[in-house]
């Protein structure tokens, strides 16, 4: 019943911005981390960012400055705002959720990211 649905990816050129939503339905994630994930072919999947359910915010090293992830409790959906985006960033983009802070118990369909040079 619990789902993530993904959405907002894309084709962008380098220096571009997408916006990527996650709705969660089945269940509301109050006292939830949410939390993005990204994969590129051929490379593990990597920590992006994370947000708790008072807004305290983690981001990676990689992308701190250039995205910035929030929440709307009201929707039960997750954002992240990717600007100034690189080549780099090319990935496909999860969703997850969970009640701990290094386990995620739900996870997305994932959102195709390709940023051009």
């Known amino acids: 019943q619990v789902q993530l649905v993904e959405s907002g990816g894309g084709l962008v050129q380098a220096g571009g911005s997408l916006r990527l939503s996650c709705a969660a339905s089945?269940?509301?994630?109050?006292?939830?981390?949410m939390n993005w994930f990204r994969q590129a072919p051929g490379k593990e999947r990597e920590f992006v960012s994370r947000i708790n359910w008072i807004g305290v915010t983690w981001y990676a090293d990689s992308v701190k400055g250039r995205f910035t992830i929030s929440r709307d409790n009201a929707k039960n959906t997750v954002y992240l705002q990717m600007n100034s985006l690189k080549p780099e960033d090319t990935a496909v983009y999860y969703c997850?959720?969970?009640?701990?802070?290094?386990?995620?118990?739900?996870w997305g369909q994932g959102t195709q990211v390709t940023v051009s040079s």
């Open positions: 089945g269940r509301t994630f109050s006292r939830d981390y």
């Open positions: 997850a959720v969970g009640q701990q802070l290094g386990r995620s118990d739900y």
